[in-house]
């Protein structure tokens, strides 16, 4: 018994190190993928002024109906192309969808600005990976263009 100890204590630890070490890991994902988006959408998210949407208030107003989710994952699946308004600018650009990007990695990023970028707080509802793979397959007809028209009856402003 008395060698048991100092095992069952490793055994503890190296428990309490997974339990810490997962969240982290799980972040680091969306952080890692927003890697990508921060080549136009800047580190911050704060955007280039009229060439690059901040994502921040459209954000975190669309995380929070189904309405802009679906434009949200949408948005990244599909790409977007205005003329849209955010923050009452105007921008009539392009983003290229990203595509390559899995179900989880959607929802990792779109994660990591609802937390992180937009800093939505306690009322952001995550994505899931479900979630993301339907709405990807109910819009895998849109292009940039239809997902541009979509900006308003999202919640966009
Ligand atoms: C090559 C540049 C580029 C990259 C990379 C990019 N975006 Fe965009 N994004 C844009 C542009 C440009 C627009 C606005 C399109 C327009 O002008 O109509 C936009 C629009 C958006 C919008 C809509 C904002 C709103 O208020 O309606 C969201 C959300 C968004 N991007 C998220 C992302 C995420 C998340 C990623 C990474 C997975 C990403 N973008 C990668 C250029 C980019």
Do not use: W
Request: aromatic content about 6%; proline content about 6%.
């Amino acid at each position: 018994m008395k060698r048991a100890a100092p095992l069952f204590l490793a055994a503890t630890a190296a428990g309490a190190l997974v339990g810490l070490t997962l969240p982290v890991h799980a972040a680091a994902d969306g952080a890692a993928v927003y890697g990508r988006c921060a080549a136009c959408h800047t580190k911050t998210g704060a955007g280039v002024p009229g060439v690059f949407p901040p994502l921040g208030e459209d954000f975190r107003v669309m995380a929070a109906s189904d309405a802009g989710r679906r434009y949200l994952a949408l948005v990244v699946t599909r790409g977007i192309s205005g003329p849209i308004k955010v923050g009452g600018k105007p921008y009539a650009g392009v983003m290229p969808a990203q595509a390559t990007l899995d179900d989880a990695s959607v929802a990792a990023v779109l994660n990591h600005v609802g937390t992180e970028i937009a800093k939505t707080g306690p009322a952001f509802k995550p994505f899931a990976e479900a979630e993301v793979a339907a709405l990807r397959a109910g819009g895998a007809r849109l292009s940039a263009q239809d997902v541009g028209k979509l900006h308003a009856s999202a919640g966009g402003q």
